[in-house]
């Protein structure tokens, strides 16, 4: 760690001398290899996401395409933590960046018209990449537990990037770059590549090799310790990860209140509720980049609380319980997320159809 500024211990050759040992030691190896394998791992979420009005067109919920893209991750997180034990990672790796490649070559390979059979063809494509993203998040998540802190600071800066690179990549390729989106997402569908390389090449692989692999320390924990609640009884799926649920829902005029509502809990929720519900019917922001600071103060608050959540995980669960728990926990945002996916189907055609009886019909041109 580098020293405090203005503290006895600070100068610029102490700090020169910590940043050149950084980048001499193997820490900077596994910092750059979590960050690329928090980025790959969720930037074709992302993607998808970013693309749900371009694959299922305006007629269907863009929840379908949500909840495809969350129920497989939900499932594998659920289950794969009680036997995934017996796959080493380096196979696990291999499997994850092969499947999403083809689930994500399939939605790109699939015609780009919206009738029935092309969607189906479509969803089956982000299920399997959802599948190897789940799969992914858990596995990756675990593997932290070897590395330490730092590697899971990394692993969760780059989820938190792959959500503006993402974004920002599938914007800039359909508009300035004039790329089609089917042309967008076959790009997109080589990108598991730079996973291979990040585990394969970057990460050293010496923290790995040396553990011991024996059933003791990677068994999961026996049913009087199954749970992995943190040591002050709260459970890993915290307040604040509920309160996000509906950012992740696509109907973004539900976040004008997430972090008042995580800030003052003794608030009943109910009327966090009905104030958003209540906003969500009238044009009550002038202006769009109001919605921009306060998504962004949301996304502030979700990644503090997802990289302490882990993070309290490393510090407080046994050795021997760790790598079960860091993968087992990862099952919560996607148990909030599906929730989200389910009630934003519903909410985003009762508020499309009631703005259009009161005459705000711009959700019908999208």
Not at 230 to 242: I, K, L, N
Not at 272 to 299: A, D, T, W
């Given at each position: 760690?580098?020293?405090?500024?203005?503290?006895?211990?600070?100068?610029?050759?102490?700090?020169?001398?910590?940043?050149?040992?950084?980048?001499?030691?193997?820490?900077?190896?596994?910092?750059?290899?979590?960050?690329?394998?928090?980025?790959?791992?969720?930037?074709?979420?992302?993607?998808?996401?970013?693309?749900?009005?371009?694959?299922?067109?305006?007629?269907?919920?863009?929840?379908?395409?949500?909840?495809?893209?969350?129920?497989?991750?939900?499932?594998?997180?659920?289950?794969?933590?009680?036997?995934?034990?017996?796959?080493?990672?380096?196979?696990?790796?291999?499997?994850?960046?092969?499947?999403?490649?083809?689930?994500?070559?399939?939605?790109?390979?699939?015609?780009?018209?919206?009738?029935?059979?092309?969607?189906?063809?479509?969803?089956?494509?982000?299920?399997?990449?959802?599948?190897?993203?789940?799969?992914?998040?858990?596995?990756?998540?675990?593997?932290?537990?070897?590395?330490?802190?730092?590697?899971?600071?990394?692993?969760?800066?780059?989820?938190?990037?792959?959500?503006?690179?993402?974004?920002?990549?599938?914007?800039?390729?359909?508009?300035?770059?004039?790329?089609?989106?089917?042309?967008?997402?076959?790009?997109?569908?080589?990108?598991?590549?730079?996973?291979?390389?990040?585990?394969?090449?970057?990460?050293?692989?010496?923290?790995?090799?040396?553990?011991?692999?024996?059933?003791?320390?990677?068994?999961?924990?026996?049913?009087?310790?199954?749970?992995?609640?943190?040591?002050?009884?709260?459970?890993?799926?915290?307040?604040?990860?509920?309160?996000?649920?509906?950012?992740?829902?696509?109907?973004?005029?539900?976040?004008?209140?997430?972090?008042?509502?995580?800030?003052?809990?003794?608030?009943?929720?109910?009327?966090?509720?009905?104030?958003?519900?209540?906003?969500?019917?009238?044009?009550?922001?002038?202006?769009?980049?109001?919605?921009?600071?306060?998504?962004?103060?949301?996304?502030?608050?979700?990644?503090?609380?997802?990289?302490?959540?882990?993070?309290?995980?490393l510090d407080t669960i046994p050795q021997r319980d760790r790598e079960f728990s860091l993968g087992a926990t990862s099952v919560s945002d996607s148990a909030g997320i599906c929730i989200a996916g389910f009630l934003g189907m519903a909410l985003e055609v009762f508020l499309c159809n009631y703005q259009v009886k009161h005459g705000k019909d711009f959700c019908t041109k999208l």
């Amino acid at each position: 760690m580098l020293p405090l500024p203005g503290a006895p211990s600070s100068s610029w050759a102490m700090y020169r001398a910590r940043i050149r040992a950084v980048l001499n030691s193997g820490d900077l190896r596994v910092v750059i290899a979590f960050w690329l394998l928090g980025l790959i791992n969720n930037v074709l979420y992302v993607i998808i996401l970013s693309a749900a009005l371009d694959l299922v067109g305006p007629d269907v919920p863009k929840g379908v395409v949500l909840l495809a893209d969350v129920v497989p991750s939900l499932i594998i997180k659920a289950c794969a933590p009680y036997f995934i034990h017996a796959v080493p990672y380096g196979i696990r790796v291999v499997f994850f960046a092969t499947v999403s490649t083809l689930g994500m070559l399939l939605v790109g390979l699939t015609p780009s018209h919206t009738d029935g059979s092309t969607i189906s063809a479509k969803m089956v494509g982000v299920v399997l990449a959802s599948l190897t993203s789940g799969g992914g998040e858990l596995s990756f998540l675990s593997l932290t537990h070897f590395y330490g802190h730092n590697s899971l600071a990394s692993w969760s800066s780059g989820t938190g990037g792959a959500g503006l690179i993402g974004a920002g990549a599938y914007a800039l390729a359909t508009t300035v770059m004039g790329l089609s989106v089917q042309n967008s997402l076959l790009a997109s569908a080589f990108l598991p590549i730079i996973m291979l390389i990040s585990f394969f090449v970057i990460l050293p692989r010496d923290p790995l090799r040396n553990a011991r692999h024996d059933s003791e320390g990677r068994r999961p924990p026996p049913d009087e310790e199954e749970s992995t609640d943190s040591e002050d009884g709260q459970p890993p799926f915290s307040t604040a990860e509920r309160a996000g649920l509906l950012d992740h829902s696509g109907t973004n005029e539900f976040t004008g209140d997430a972090h008042v509502f995580e800030a003052k809990k003794s608030q009943p929720w109910w009327q966090e509720f009905k104030k958003n519900f209540s906003r969500s019917q009238h044009l009550f922001f002038p202006f769009v980049y109001i919605i921009f600071i306060i998504v962004f103060c949301e996304g502030l608050l979700g990644g503090a609380v997802y990289v302490n959540t882990y993070a309290e995980i490393l510090d407080t669960i046994p050795q021997r319980d760790r790598e079960f728990s860091l993968g087992a926990t990862s099952v919560s945002d996607s148990a909030g997320i599906c929730i989200a996916g389910f009630l934003g189907m519903a909410l985003e055609v009762f508020l499309c159809n009631y703005q259009v009886k009161h005459g705000k019909d711009f959700c019908t041109k999208l």
